[in-house]
């Protein structure tokens, strides 16, 4: 099935959509070669289950553009265009505050690249944020099996850099430096409230 963009252009599963090659020699806690979307899925669904946030990765809109029927029975979809731009993956509520963030995944060793980012994520981030909303991205080191929460103020900071010339990644130092790490648990692939409750504390 051929998905386009609302400019027509064909969309590419990014490669940390995949998994990578080497994603059987990890572990966790029985889970092998999970993604960073299915890690996060588990843990929402931990969280939601013990009542203790209700969180859930956002539906991107497809207008679909063309449907085959070999049968009756069936219908395959050929054809399909994201309606809008999407935002961040992520969205809910924990104790009251709003949680916006985006996942992404990168096998860089030493920097995550921004052109993962899009400016109408930024945007939607910044206005969030405005709004008294937490947001943040959790950055995954595919290379290094290490998970981070980055704030959204730390990624402003390199985004806006960039259009003044600055660098076009942020270096893994500063990620480990003023992100928060995030160690696997026994249900908790992605255990980020604890690293929520950090950031509210600051």
Not at 84 to 101: I, K, R, W
Not at 116 to 141: E, V
Not at 143 to 165: C, I, K
């Amino acid at each position: 099935m051929t998905i386009r963009y609302p400019n027509g252009n064909a969309y590419q599963a990014p490669v940390s959509a995949t998994r990578p090659k080497f994603a059987s020699h990890y572990t966790n806690y029985g889970k092998r070669g999970m993604t960073l979307e299915e890690e996060l899925n588990q843990s929402n669904t931990y969280y939601q289950t013990h009542g203790l946030a209700v969180v859930h990765k956002k539906p991107t809109p497809i207008r679909i553009v063309k449907v085959d029927y070999p049968k009756r029975s069936a219908a395959v979809i050929k054809e399909a265009y994201f309606s809008t731009a999407s935002t961040t993956d992520y969205n809910g509520v924990y104790q009251g505050h709003y949680l916006d963030f985006d996942a992404k995944e990168t096998k860089n060793k030493g920097s995550f690249p921004l052109k993962n980012f899009h400016q109408h994520q930024i945007d939607h981030m910044r206005a969030c944020t405005a709004q008294g909303g937490i947001c943040f991205a959790i950055i995954k080191f595919v290379s290094r099996q290490e998970t981070y929460l980055y704030p959204a103020e730390d990624l402003f900071h390199f985004w806006d850099d960039q259009a003044n010339g600055g660098h076009k990644s942020i270096p893994y130092t500063e990620i480990a430096a003023s992100g928060i790490k995030l160690t696997a648990q026994l249900q908790l692939p992605v255990p980020y409230l604890n690293a929520v409750d950090q950031l509210l504390k600051r």
